[in-house]
């Protein structure tokens, strides 16, 4: 009998992510330098890009610092009710969702990530809050949920999506 599974994140993984983070800060600052003070041609249009790009490496950086320190390590709730999803900015905004308020479930890959899709009855009731662009994306595709930042793997992940969904879907 499935009562309430708890997933939490995974520090391992998280790490990875802040890692990637700074390797993408540090190759674009190096870039915006040689760009400014070493190349015989300065191109202000790069150069810019490349310190935009470092500016937005840092962003992730603190983000994924905030991350891994949090106090709350729960990435994903199932239970009798519904799911909830804190792996993701819409996840978090939207919150919990009822398992009779998702009409189906697909399994999809984007940017080399795969993806389970929530895909709701009424999107609306749901996605007030988010932007005009991330609600056209969540009322074509769903809600998404992945395992990159869980404590399981993606195989897991989906069966016991699809799981608690035929249960409790009625």
């Not at 199932?78 to 819409?90: D, E, F, R, S």
């Amino acid at each position: 009998m499935m009562n309430e599974t708890i997933i939490e994140f995974d520090n391992k993984k998280r790490l990875k992510i802040l890692l990637l983070g700074v390797v993408f800060t540090v190759a674009a600052l190096a870039f915006a330098y040689y760009i400014f003070f070493v190349a015989e041609k300065i191109r202000i249009a790069h150069g810019t890009m490349m310190l935009m790009l470092g500016c937005l490496g840092i962003y992730f950086i603190i983000a994924g610092l905030k991350s891994l320190f949090d106090k709350d390590r729960t990435g994903l709730i199932l239970n009798a009710t519904g799911i909830q999803y804190k792996g993701t900015p819409v996840g978090k905004k939207i919150g919990a969702i009822k398992w009779t308020a998702i009409q189906s479930i697909s399994m999809g890959m984007a940017h080399g990530v795969q993806f389970v899709f929530l895909k709701l009855h009424h999107p609306e009731n749901h996605i007030q809050q988010l932007s005009s662009q991330v609600q056209q994306h969540v009322i074509a595709n769903g809600l998404a949920v992945s395992a990159d930042q869980l404590s399981i793997d993606f195989n897991e992940l989906k069966n016991l999506i699809e799981a608690y969904y035929q249960r409790y879907r009625l």
